[in-house]
């Protein structure tokens, strides 16, 4: 069936009984990178670009034992970052934007993080994905809606948006999906994306979703 506009998406498939259906699968809202503060968690999504969780989770104990602060961190040779987080791929930006990143939170917001969006957009690696990270799952307060692989993948498939652009499909989610849940969803949706929705074979036989999805099995 081919779904033509946002209008027709809405009527045909009523977005609450989807997110009561999901928190059903999700009802928690764990974050899957291990942190014990805003700055270990920013840290951990900086790494986390084309990196599994899996591995960033252990990356992180090793950077986070030599480089216990902010502060530390800020100090650092590059060199030896790079040695810690090699296996995370690309590893020489992702270095230099850890200890660039460090520097300012440092030097213009006195060690701590950032918790609007126009200054965590300020400092080096953060663009609006990680941005939405830090403001929706640790600070508790979005200001929108991560929009990863798996999120833009499942927005498509459940009719939620036809957009492909990131930025379009936040969009588009932000006027669909209550303010209260934006937090939650996109970490619902990845571990649904993960789990029963992957991008090649998704496993509509046994997805609970399937009933409100408009492009059920079709790959994006």
Not at 34 to 50: D, R, T, Y
Not at 128 to 143: C, E, Q
Not at 147 to 163: C, E, N, Y
Request: glycine content about 6%; charged content about 25%.
């Amino acid at each position: 069936m081919c779904v033509k506009g946002l209008t027709v998406i809405k009527k045909q498939l009523p977005v609450e009984p989807l997110l009561k259906e999901l928190k059903k699968l999700y009802p928690k809202h764990v974050i899957p990178l291990h942190h014990k503060s805003a700055w270990e968690l920013l840290c951990a999504v900086i790494l986390s670009a084309q990196c599994t969780d899996a591995r960033v989770n252990t990356i992180t104990p090793h950077l986070f034992k030599k480089y216990p602060t902010v502060y530390d961190l800020a100090k650092a040779d590059i060199k030896d970052v790079e040695k810690i987080i090699h296996s995370a791929g690309f590893y020489h930006s992702k270095a230099l934007s850890l200890i660039e990143m460090s520097k300012r939170i440092c030097d213009v917001y006195g060690g701590e993080v950032p918790q609007n969006m126009d200054d965590l957009l300020t400092l080096r690696g953060v663009a609006r994905k990680t941005a939405n990270v830090m403001l929706g799952d640790y600070f508790k307060k979005p200001a929108g809606i991560v929009v990863d692989t798996h999120v833009k993948r499942l927005a498509f498939r459940l009719g939620l948006t036809q957009q492909t652009d990131p930025v379009k499909v936040e969009k588009d989610l932000t006027k669909l999906i209550p303010y209260k849940y934006w937090g939650w969803v996109a970490i619902a949706l990845i571990l649904h994306g993960r789990s029963i929705c992957p991008a090649r074979k998704p496993a509509c036989g046994k997805c609970t979703l399937a009933k409100f999805c408009a492009k059920n099995g079709v790959k994006n």
